[in-house]
């Protein structure tokens, strides 16, 4: 059973969520990028890639926002609300990225397995993909056997030579992702696609840091 002080925090942030959904009124087939902290701040941030801590080595974000296609925002919402029940919250690394940005990424790192050909364009590029993990209500992240970004078989979901806390983890965000609407990619242990999530069209554009 969890503590009283965690299922009040649930229970609080809920609430907060749908009041932002009521407030915005956007439908739910509508595939406009958003915010997602226009609808829960319970989302923790760490956007690698607004900082220098990335297989780039370099900041290619002027800063650190999550936008998304309301669609994928509203799974996720699901989600973070089945994952806070258990004690939980969505830690996110990516969501939507330029086209730019993924061409970049193409030129350190030319293989299909870690890396979409920009020819043919990401699910990131079309802001139904996520790079995630889980945290506790203290912040700390769950053990998932590599590190964000791990060019390895090691971060395969299909890798088993792991400590049976990181293949746990593993499944926990793996069914709780599945169950609302999210499929895995095979090779990162941390990236979902939203099942729909390649019917939308690829962007370029650039968020305002202001």
């Given at each position: ?32 990028f ?26 290619v ?22 994952f ?22 193409w ?8 890396v979409a ?6 699910v ?16 700390n ?7 964000f ?6 971060a ?8 049976e ?28 696609n939203?099942?729909?999530g390649f ?12």
């Amino acid at each position: 059973m969890l503590p009283f002080l965690v299922l009040s925090q649930i229970k609080k942030s809920n609430s907060k969520t749908k009041s932002a959904e009521k407030l915005l009124k956007i439908p739910k087939n509508d595939s406009t990028f958003v915010n997602i902290w226009d609808f829960s701040k319970d989302f923790v941030l760490e956007m690698k890639y607004a900082t220098h801590d990335n297989f780039l080595k370099q900041q290619v974000y002027d800063c650190e926002v999550c936008l998304l296609r309301y669609k994928t925002v509203v799974a996720l919402l699901q989600a973070q609300r089945y994952f806070m029940e258990r004690g939980y919250k969505i830690k996110l690394f990516d969501c939507y990225r330029p086209l730019d940005i993924q061409k970049k990424m193409w030129k350190i790192v030319p293989n299909s397995n870690y890396v979409a050909n920009p020819a043919r364009g990401s699910v990131h590029n079309r802001g139904a993909a996520v790079d995630l993990t889980l945290v506790d209500f203290c912040g700390n992240e769950l053990e998932m056997g590599t590190a964000f970004d791990f060019f390895g078989p090691e971060a395969a979901h299909d890798y088993q030579l792991l400590t049976e806390e990181a293949l746990c983890n593993r499944k926990i965000l793996k069914k709780g992702m599945e169950l609302h609407g999210f499929k895995i990619f095979e090779s990162e242990w941390w990236h979902y696609n939203l099942e729909t999530g390649f019917s939308e069209k690829i962007s370029n554009f650039k968020w305002n840091c202001n």
